[in-house]
């Protein structure tokens, strides 16, 4: 059975429709509808009145409670089906994509969005800033999870779920977005999008607020920590910037001390190396399998350092002989190119996570 989860709040005009809507667009299917309410309106009413006449829908009343995402959670205990959907009670999500969704899921997939940004699909119900805000936000997600990056539309608020795909992991959203909290905490294999057109509200107003986009923000950061590689990636990210800047330091304070900048250079960069190396022992790869010995894991990472350089020496070289490209950007993207291949070479043979019986687990 497909469950549908509706979180509402203070959405008394729309609810009925959507039940007119989803009986059209759901004919033959067995499905259940669950509305989990936070109203402060009269919809808990509207709910209770529809429920009377429609035995495939029931409501949740939350008291004194708040918050989408944990809305959503609560309808999925409550769910009955083995399939679960969350979408909009606005009219903003069409319910004529569910069947497609659901295809999909009878096809094999575990997750399914219905995207906005996939050719065929419109976020027209957005305005102007709104639109860009959600584009932001959907990068700084993508930047930052990397389970995100290959969704097209990760802040969707419209999407489906084989219940295994959540089954007894642990879920503690902040806010808003519970797809976020699900894409890289839940198990599934195959996860599938499907266009949509995003429509205009049909009553009542957005729920969305300032307040949310902070909320969001600490629910990226929150993710973060708790996912092993993205928070591994991110300390190592810290701990290089960090290093910069002891580099910088102890060049400036040498300088002073009249080093020849050559001596000072080396001696400053030989020491930041090992500032780093230090870090990321005792943080980044704190809970990796040491199983060599300290002076055999410092050599191994001298030894990836040096490839990093001649990697951002290469990438440097490419970009400003061949492309052209200003040599401060050619740079960069060297930087960028080393710190990159030096994470992965960390990761994978210094501190040995190659063929990790932990890593080759992890599906995604
Ligand atoms: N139970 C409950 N509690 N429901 C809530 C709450 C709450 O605190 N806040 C909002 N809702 C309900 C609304 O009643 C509506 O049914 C749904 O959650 C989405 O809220 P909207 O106010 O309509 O949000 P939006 O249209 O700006 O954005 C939605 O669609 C986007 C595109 O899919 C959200 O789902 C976004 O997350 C999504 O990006
Ligand atoms: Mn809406």
């Known amino acids: 059975m497909l469950s549908i989860v509706v979180p509402t709040y203070n959405e008394n005009r729309t609810v009925c429709l959507l039940i007119d809507q989803l009986e059209e667009a759901l004919r033959g299917l067995p499905y259940e509808v669950i509305f989990v309410d936070d109203s402060s309106d009269d919809t808990p009413n509207v709910l209770q009145a529809i429920c009377a006449g429609h035995p495939r829908v029931r409501y949740i009343h939350r008291q004194g409670e708040r918050g989408l995402a944990t809305a959503v959670l609560e309808g999925f205990r409550a769910a009955r089906g083995a399939v679960l959907a969350v979408m909009d009670a606005d009219l903003q999500h069409p319910p004529e994509v569910l069947p497609i969704m659901y295809r999909e899921i009878q096809d094999g997939a575990d997750v399914v969005i219905a995207s906005r940004h996939l050719p065929g699909g419109d976020d027209g119900g957005l305005h102007g800033i709104r639109k860009v805000v959600s584009r932001t936000a959907g990068l700084i997600g993508k930047a930052a999870l990397r389970r995100l990056r290959s969704v097209t539309d990760p802040m969707s608020g419209f999407f489906m779920i084989r219940r295994r795909v959540v089954d007894g992991v642990c879920l503690n959203p902040v806010g808003w977005k519970i797809l976020i909290e699900i894409v890289v905490k839940g198990r599934y294999a195959r996860l599938v999008e499907v266009p949509y057109t995003f429509r205009p509200r049909a009553a009542n107003e957005s729920k969305m607020s300032p307040a949310e986009m902070f909320n969001y923000l600490r629910h990226v950061a929150r993710l973060v920590m708790q996912s092993p590689d993205d928070r591994r990636f991110w300390l190592f990210a810290m701990v290089g910037m960090s290093g910069v800047a002891v580099n910088t330091l102890l060049f400036s304070l040498l300088g002073r001390w009249n080093v020849i900048p050559e001596t000072a250079a080396f001696v400053s960069g030989s020491l930041a190396m090992i500032w780093n190396f230090a870090w990321n022992c005792g943080l980044t790869w704190r809970d990796a399998?040491?199983?060599?010995?300290?002076?055999?894991?410092?050599?191994?990472?001298?030894?990836?350092?040096?490839?990093?350089?001649?990697?951002?020496?290469?990438?440097?070289?490419?970009?400003?002989?061949?492309?052209?490209?200003?040599?401060?950007?050619?740079?960069?993207?060297?930087?960028?190119?080393?710190?990159?291949?030096?994470?992965?070479?960390?990761?994978?043979?210094?501190?040995?996570?190659?063929?990790n019986k932990r890593a080759r687990m992890r599906i995604s």
């Open 289 to 355: 399998p040491h199983a060599d010995p300290l002076a055999v894991t410092f050599a191994k990472y001298v030894v990836v350092a040096l490839i990093g350089i001649v990697v951002n020496l290469a990438v440097l070289s490419m970009f400003y002989r061949l492309l052209d490209i200003p040599k401060e950007w050619a740079n960069l993207t060297g930087i960028i190119g080393g710190a990159l291949v030096n994470y992965r070479l960390n990761d994978r043979w210094t501190w040995r996570r190659w063929g």
